[in-house]
């Protein structure tokens, strides 16, 4: 029964471990253009770094959240849900947010 706890607990967290490696290359491929840098070409405020998605990003910077925002969209942001796997959003996700906690955009 501990076994089970252990892994309920662990579970959502599985889920949004996305590999950053390959969230870089479907970035480069599908959002690059208006976020290349962690930068936004629509709204300038709206960045990729992680206080504007502090400021900005429904349920705050957590994987879990960038997972939503690319799947549905938002404002001007389309939603890639249904172009992009749910894989390949997770790895989005998890490629954001290593770029965003390291400060990592602009190298």
């Known amino acids: 029964a501990a076994t089970l706890g252990a892994a309920a607990l662990l ?3 599985a889920a949004f471990a996305g590999d950053i490696e390959s969230g870089a ?5 599908n ?10 070409v ?9 206080e ?7 349920g705050g910077r957590k994987e879990s959240s960038v997972v939503t925002q690319v799947t549905n ?7 890639f849900g249904g172009r992009l796997s749910d894989e390949e959003i997770g ?4 490629y954001v947010i290593d770029q965003a906690n ?3 955009w602009d190298e």
């Open 11 to 13: 579970a959502p967290f």
């Open 25 to 29: 290359t479907i970035f480069a491929g």
């Open 31 to 40: 959002c690059a253009a208006c976020h290349a840098g962690g930068n936004n």
């Open 42 to 50: 629509i709204a300038a405020e709206k960045t990729l770094r992680k």
């Open 52 to 58: 504007a998605l502090d400021s900005y990003l429904a």
């Open 73 to 79: 969209g938002k404002n001007a942001m389309p939603a």
């Open 91 to 94: 790895d989005v996700a998890a």
């Open 102 to 104: 390291g400060d990592k």
